[in-house]
């Protein structure tokens, strides 16, 4: 399905009618859509990888990162995973009509809080074809219309998600209007998103810290705002070398072009002697170049010297910085200075060090011996994700079907008048 609407304020206000009968749609027939979208996008798979495979040439060209190839990427199995991930979503409980409050006055007014769509989400982001489905089967199973716009780089997979996805709400008799993409009209699309206050509910950025900073700072809609990950690993004086190393290598190397991949790692000095050499001959065999500081360089070989740079770096890459601290005091301090707030974790055995660390630092998700690539949607039971909130207004952390919805009061009455 294509739409016939010739601007991008046209779209989104097709998507705003959309959700007034997207908002009413009961359980059984979101959970029918969304098996009916999933099938739709496995149906659509060579469609699909093909126009994928003309982006990927096309960013290749332009010079695009190896980190933003890797998220611009679909093959068959990554297609695939997106249609289980919205199978996923569809089994998930509705989180509309959820009764979060009730109470009766002394009047006898019955009050219910309850749970309810927002309307329309918006989404701006790049290089990321899988957000396009993550996201409209998020919010169409909590009862909202989508506008997205996902970026010239993925701009043929986007479309070719788009219209199967289109496709299969026609097919159920459901406004396939309530999924619109806003692509073809470039950036100037993109700032009416961000301007179409009263027609978009909320906005989503996910990207770069600089399109989300953007985001932010010109969007006159309200916004959840998705932080970039300088994401953190302590190595504790009593870290066993196994947790140590293994947490830390899969934190980096498992995709390391995602938010949640570590970027810098801090190993108490009275652990250093043991932990740093095998810890950065693991890295170093998985192609890792470990950035570090002299107390590093002078316990392992072929480190990069660290820059202060290097403290504050988002790399998306096989690079890491590595730093020894005094004690856990340091380390805390260190992460107050460079952290952006989205996932830190340590390796310990103390239950002190684990309890003070779990208390004291303030980001979105805190780990205890754990790899830092749990803090996914997927991971923690959503299906998928919206995005992971950096935030502490309305959502932090991994943003699922519950962080789509808002609230409002019901009150019953029987001819009762405030005196």
């Given at each position: 399905?294509?739409?016939?609407?010739?601007?991008?304020?046209?779209?989104?206000?097709?998507?705003?009618?959309?959700?007034?009968?997207?908002?009413?749609?009961?359980d059984?027939?979101?959970?029918?859509?969304?098996?009916?979208?999933?099938?739709?996008?496995?149906?659509?798979?060579?469609?699909?990888?093909?126009?994928?495979?003309?982006?990927?040439?096309?960013?290749?060209?332009?010079?695009?990162?190896?980190?933003?190839?890797?998220?611009?990427?679909?093959?068959?199995?990554?297609?695939?995973?997106?249609?289980?991930?919205?199978r996923?979503?569809a089994?998930?409980?509705?989180?509309?009509?959820?009764?979060?409050?009730?109470?009766?006055?002394?009047?006898?007014?019955?009050?219910?809080?309850?749970?309810?769509?927002?309307?329309?989400?918006?989404?701006?982001?790049?290089?990321?074809?899988?957000?396009?489905v993550?996201?409209?089967?998020?919010?169409?199973?909590?009862?909202?219309?989508?506008?997205?716009?996902?970026?010239s780089?993925?701009?043929?997979?986007?479309?070719?998600?788009?219209?199967?996805?289109?496709?299969?709400?026609?097919?159920?008799?459901?406004?396939?209007?309530?999924?619109?993409?806003?692509?073809?009209?470039?950036?100037?699309?993109?700032?009416?998103?961000?301007?179409?206050?009263?027609?978009?509910?909320?906005?989503?950025?996910?990207?770069?810290?600089?399109?989300?900073?953007?985001?932010?700072?010109?969007?006159?809609?309200?916004?959840?705002?998705?932080?970039?990950?300088?994401?953190?690993?302590?190595?504790?004086?009593?870290?066993?070398?196994?947790?140590a190393?293994?947490?830390?290598?899969?934190?980096?190397?498992?995709?390391?072009?995602?938010?949640?991949?570590?970027?810098?790692?801090?190993?108490?000095r009275?652990?250093?002697?043991?932990?740093?050499?095998?810890?950065?001959?693991?890295?170093q065999?998985?192609?890792?170049?470990?950035?570090?500081?002299?107390?590093?360089?002078?316990?392992?070989?072929?480190?990069t010297?660290a820059?202060?740079?290097?403290?504050?770096?988002?790399?998306?890459?096989?690079?890491?910085?590595?730093?020894?601290?005094?004690?856990?005091?340091?380390a805390?301090?260190?992460?107050?200075?460079?952290?952006?707030?989205?996932?830190?974790?340590?390796?310990?055995?103390?239950?002190?060090?684990?309890?003070?660390?779990?208390?004291?630092?303030?980001?979105?998700?805190?780990?205890?011996?754990?790899?830092?690539?749990?803090?996914?949607?997927?991971?923690?039971?959503?299906?998928?994700?919206?995005?992971?909130?950096?935030?502490?207004?309305?959502?932090?952390?991994?943003?699922?079907?519950?962080?789509?919805?808002?609230?409002?009061?019901?009150?019953?009455?029987?001819?009762?008048?405030?005196?």
């Open positions: 399905m294509t739409t016939t609407a010739t601007s991008a304020r046209e779209r989104m206000l097709l998507a705003k009618d959309a959700a007034r009968s997207i908002g009413l749609l009961g059984a027939d979101k959970r029918a859509a969304l098996i009916a979208i999933a099938d739709a996008i496995e149906t659509s798979t060579p469609d699909v990888v093909a126009a994928n495979a003309e982006d990927l040439e096309r960013g290749r060209e332009s010079g695009l990162s190896e980190a933003l190839q890797d998220r611009l990427r679909l093959d068959e199995p990554r297609v695939a995973a997106l249609a289980t991930a919205v996923e979503i089994d998930l409980p509705d989180p509309v009509g959820r009764v979060l409050d009730e109470r009766t006055l002394a009047n006898g007014v019955t009050l219910t809080k309850v749970s309810v769509p927002f309307g329309v989400v918006g989404s701006i982001y790049e290089a990321r074809p899988n957000v396009t993550d996201i409209a089967a998020l919010a169409l199973r909590s009862g909202n219309a989508v506008v997205l716009r996902g970026g780089a993925a701009e043929r997979t986007n479309a070719a998600l788009v219209r199967a996805m289109r496709g299969a709400l026609a097919d159920r008799g459901i406004d396939p209007e309530a999924i619109q993409t806003i692509d073809d009209f470039g950036r100037d699309g993109a700032r009416e998103l961000m301007h179409a206050r009263g027609v978009i509910d909320v906005l989503v950025p996910r990207g770069s810290a600089q399109l989300i900073e953007t985001v932010v700072t010109e969007s006159s809609v309200p916004v959840i705002e998705t932080g970039a990950g300088v994401v953190h690993i302590v190595l504790d004086e009593s870290a066993p070398l196994e947790w190393r293994d947490i830390v290598v899969n934190a980096k190397t498992q995709r390391p072009s995602v938010c949640n991949a570590v970027e810098t790692v801090l190993v108490h009275g652990a250093a002697e043991r932990l740093v050499p095998p810890v950065v001959s693991a890295l065999r998985s192609g890792v170049t470990v950035h570090g500081d002299a107390a590093v360089r002078g316990l392992s070989e072929g480190v010297p820059t202060d740079e290097d403290w504050a770096a988002e790399y998306l890459s096989l690079d890491i910085a590595m730093r020894v601290v005094d004690d856990l005091d340091d805390l301090e260190h992460i107050r200075r460079y952290s952006t707030h989205h996932t830190e974790s340590i390796v310990t055995t103390d239950a002190a060090s684990e309890a003070r660390f779990l208390a004291e630092v303030d980001s979105a998700v805190v780990m205890a011996n754990a790899s830092t690539r749990f803090t996914d949607g997927g991971e923690f039971g959503f299906g998928a994700e919206v995005g992971i909130s950096t935030q502490k207004l309305h959502a932090r952390g991994p943003m699922g079907l519950a962080e789509l919805t808002s609230t409002k009061w019901l009150a019953r009455g029987a001819g009762q008048v405030r005196a």
